[in-house]
């Protein structure tokens, strides 16, 4: 069974302090890696798809990594409207191939 | 939110009672889901759609159904509301079939009260 946990719960971060969000899966042949942030009240919003280990992908402070076991978010330099819960998805490689979500990271970046 | 509405975004209603809820889509895109999120749980997938007519059960089907009659619209029905369907749920689309890359993109959310 496709599995993703997501660590830590709930990070806190003064502005300008960089850090890393950790996604660890178990997937039957991954097929892409997702990453969303959502706002309260709000739907997830896309951020990247990763599709193999060693691929990278940037969008203005984040850094988003791929291992066969785990992604890694970067968050460099980070602003008090990064503040939100980052969402970490799989798809594999059986059946209708869904995603599978992680339980998030709440993120809250301090002034 | 990628040209996608979900109506009512806010509802409260009695157990017992039946329930709609309508994703609506300006994409023309092929694919959409509907979710349900709850604390600790992350997203989980109720139902999805791979054309008009086209539809089948994902994780945490029972209890829901959904009908498709029109591209852009998408409607999840609770039968019967029960105290255990109080949630936020979502409805997503994309444009790729499921066995390729599967990017999602979501609503606004709907957030359901059962009582």
């Known amino acids: 069974e496709d599995q993703v946990t997501q660590s830590p719960e709930a990070l806190r971060l003064q502005e300008g302090e960089s850090s890393s969000l950790n996604c660890s899966y178990t997937v039957s042949g991954l097929r892409g890696l997702f990453w969303y942030r959502q706002d309260p009240g709000k739907g997830p919003e896309f951020l990247f798809t990763?599709?193999?280990a060693g691929e990278e992908k940037e969008k203005e402070r984040l850094k988003a990594t791929l291992t066969k076991k785990e992604s890694f978010l970067h968050i460099t330099a980070p602003k008090p409207e990064d503040s939100a819960t980052y969402l970490c998805a799989v798809q594999g490689n059986t059946g209708f191939q869904k995603l599978v979500f992680g339980t998030g990271t709440r993120l809250l970046v301090s002034p | 939110d990628a040209g996608i509405t979900q109506s009512p975004r806010h509802k409260v209603t009695e157990t017992g009672t039946p329930v709609t809820l309508r994703c609506h889509q300006t994409e023309n895109h092929r694919y959409m889901y509907w979710y349900r999120q709850d604390p600790g749980h992350g997203l989980r997938l109720i139902h999805y759609?791979?054309?008009?007519?086209?539809?089948d059960k994902g994780e945490v089907s029972d209890g829901y159904s959904v009908s498709r009659s029109k591209t852009e619209d998408f409607l999840l029905t609770l039968e019967s509301a029960t105290s255990s369907q109080t949630s936020v749920y979502f409805c997503?689309?994309?444009?790729?079939?499921?066995?390729?890359?599967?990017?999602?993109?979501f609503g606004p959310g709907t957030r359901l009260t059962v009582l």
């Open positions: 997503a689309i994309s444009g790729v079939p499921p066995g390729t890359y599967n990017e999602q993109f």
């Open positions: 990763l599709y193999s």
């Open positions: 759609s791979y054309g008009v007519k086209d539809t």
